[in-house]
């Protein structure tokens, strides 16, 4: 499983990685893994005010489908359209072209509340 130091990650398996008020989420390779063949990616939360925890998308996989968590309070400024046509760069490149939506943060204070990879890597057990 691939964990990148630098980001930040929820238990509900979304990672997160800040550039000043800007956050830019996507689901883990854990997550990812547990979908499998992720075959739709959907967002309708461009330019809402979405509140830490609400569901801001979902993804469907062959599978199932699972609904995706907000990490951090605040205005979804872009969802990554180039999932629309290749939703399966979720499964390929989940922290690099697989993002879904950037945010700009409202309450800075939530990305405490975020969990570092090692505190990830004990949720997943891995």
Do not use: C
Not at 19 to 24: F, R, S
Not at 69 to 91: A, I, K, Q, R, Y
């Amino acid at each position: 499983m691939t964990l990148p130091e630098e980001l930040k990650y929820t238990k509900d398996h979304e990672w997160v990685r800040i550039e000043g008020n800007i956050a830019t989420v996507g689901i883990t390779d854990f997550a990812q893994r547990e979908l499998g063949d992720i075959v739709f990616v959907e967002i309708e939360t461009e330019g809402e005010s979405v509140e830490h925890g609400e569901i801001f998308g979902t993804v469907e996989a062959v599978k199932t489908v699972s609904d995706l968590f907000m990490p951090l309070t605040g205005t979804v400024s872009e969802v990554n359209e180039d999932l629309e046509s290749e939703p399966e760069l979720v499964n390929s490149d989940p922290y690099g072209k697989g993002w879904m939506i950037k945010i700009t943060i409202e309450d800075e204070s939530e990305i405490d509340n975020l969990l570092s990879a090692a505190e990830y890597k004990e949720v997943t057990g891995q």
